[in-house]
């Protein structure tokens, strides 16, 4: 398999109707969308470098195989922001680290664009995130739907909960 490189989805806008495939499959009802074609309309703001919203594709060899973004606003029960949204990996390539690169991508991304919190909602990857140093905040409702709205704090030294060295004795 070819290695997964990380990039910004403005250099590649022509993959936006697939990732909108992905998203329509995986999650339209919670998107409380009728077509791929609406959430296509929505990725196209998704088409900037540094500011949010913003996005990123994981890449291996010529092909799109991943992607995340960073959103203003996600629903509109729950007003904090910004927020990290749309972790997708294709079927093919899960269980190698994509999706792990993806979320650490983003993160730091957050972090060079001077955030200093990120939120999510997930209806079932909590365990993902937690143990990637994601914390649970609220449950929530959405479109009918159990959601975890999980919150992290993102500083420079914790991006992956990596625990700081002891001295020994
Ligand atoms: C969740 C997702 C992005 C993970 O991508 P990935 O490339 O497989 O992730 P990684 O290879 O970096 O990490 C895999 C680890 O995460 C775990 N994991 C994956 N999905 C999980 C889930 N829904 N709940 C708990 N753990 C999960 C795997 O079991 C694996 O753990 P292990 O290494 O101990 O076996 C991918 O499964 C996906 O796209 N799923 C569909 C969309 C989705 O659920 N997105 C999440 C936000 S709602």
Redesign the pocket.
């Known amino acids: 398999m070819a290695d997964v490189v990380i990039r910004e989805l403005a250099d590649f806008p022509q993959w936006i109707p697939t990732i909108s495939a992905w998203y329509h499959g ?2 339209r009802d919670l998107l409380g969308v009728n077509s791929a074609e609406e959430i296509a309309q929505g990725l196209a703001k998704w088409l900037v470098r540094d500011a949010i919203p913003t996005a990123l594709v994981a890449v291996a060899g010529e092909e799109v195989v ?1 992607t995340v973004a960073l959103k203003t606003r996600e629903f509109e029960q729950f007003g904090e922001a910004p927020w990290l949204a749309g ?4 079927p093919q ?11 650490r991508a983003a993160e730091k991304k957050a972090v060079a664009m001077g955030v200093h919190k990120l939120y ?1 909602y ?7 995130y937690q ?1 990637l140093g994601w914390q649970v905040k609220q449950e929530m409702t959405l479109y009918a739907k159990p959601v975890t709205v999980m919150e992290k704090v993102l500083q420079p030294h914790n991006l992956f909960q990596t625990p700081p060295a002891r001295a020994r004795g």
């Not at 390539?93 to 979320?103: A, D, E, I, T, W």
């Not at 997930?122 to 993902?128: E, K, L, S, V």
């Open positions: 995986e999650w991943g972790l997708f990996v294709v390539h899960r269980k190698s680290g994509v999706g792990m690169q993806l979320l999510l997930t209806p079932c990857a909590q365990r993902f143990a």
